[in-house]
Structures are given as C-alpha cells and as structure tokens.
C-alpha cells in the first residue's frame, strides 16, 4: 500500500483489516475514539474519511489541528490536480473506469428460431394469464411498444 502521511499516524490508530478485497483499514481517532458512541471509533481508511473527521466532526480535536486536517485535505486534492492535470471540482469526485463492454447489449441481432418460438410462448402466456384479448396484438401501440424493446421480433398475428 501508500506510506501512511504523518498527520494520519499522528490523529489516528490503524486497527483491524476491512473485510473485504480493499487492503483497507479501520482507523480509531486519538482524540475522541475512546468516547462511547464515538463516530470516531471505527473509521474506514478510504477517500479523505480520516481527515474529514478532525475537520468537520471530531469534538475533542483543537481548532489549530482542524484547519490542519483542512489544508491536508487541500493540499491532497492540489497536488492529484497538478499531476493529473485535471480541475479541482474533478478532482474531489473519483471517476470510476468502465469495463469494457460489449455491443450486443445496444445491437438488435436477430432472433433465431428457437428465440422466437419461445418469445411467442411467453407473449401467449402472457396474453392468457392477464386475460387480453388476442385482438390487442393488432394494437398498432402494442406493435410500437415491441419495435421499442426489440425492433427484430415480431409478434404472431
């Protein structure tokens, strides 16, 4: 992992492992972890949680170590802006990476046989089950509605 910054060993007490894949920690305040319903007793290591907490939550941390955690966190968005290139708005909402996916989800292949046999039985079962009149497949909304979901199917008449 990163090296732990010096404000965060000096406020903070690393404690059990998160259970998940993150290789992260729960982290307990120096100054109010050993209150009783504390939120400062269990803290996940992500993000800026930590400093966050002594800058806008922590009751027993002093005013001078507040506007300590506010600079830390500043100076943690500026320098991921100057090596990123990115503006500070951006750099304060994480950007999740896409997988990498297929077309077939946007692309309208067209049913085989099997398919289409079994569309049918699903659509009749359907029709039988609310109790619609076979009439209703003429529907000239019913036959916009399946070009919507799916352009290459086309209902029995």
């Known amino acids: 992992g990163r090296p732990i910054s010096t404000f965060i060993e000096a406020n903070f007490t690393r404690g059990d492992k998160v259970p998940n894949k993150s290789n992260r920690y729960y982290w307990k305040c120096n100054h109010c972890g050993n209150l009783d319903n504390s939120n400062g007793l269990q ?3 992500r993000d800026n949680k930590l400093p966050h907490h002594i800058a806008d939550s922590c009751s027993r941390a002093p005013a001078e170590l507040h506007q300590e955690a506010r600079t830390f966190i500043f100076t943690k968005i500026r320098s991921t802006q100057d090596q990123s290139g990115t503006t500070l708005s951006e750099a304060v909402i ?3 990476k896409r997988k990498k996916e ?3 989800g ?3 292949h067209p049913l085989t046989k099997e398919q289409s ?3 049918n039985v699903r659509l009749l079962q359907w029709f039988i089950h609310v109790n619609i009149p076979f009439l209703a497949a003429d529907d ?3 036959q916009y509605f399946l070009d919507t979901i799916r352009p290459s199917y086309k209902a029995p008449s």
């Open 94 to 96: 994480p950007i999740k």
């Open 140 to 142: 000239i909304f019913f």
């Open 102 to 104: 297929s077309l077939d």
């Open 117 to 119: 046999t079994q569309a």
């Open 106 to 108: 946007y692309v309208d």
């Open 43 to 45: 803290i996940q290591g």
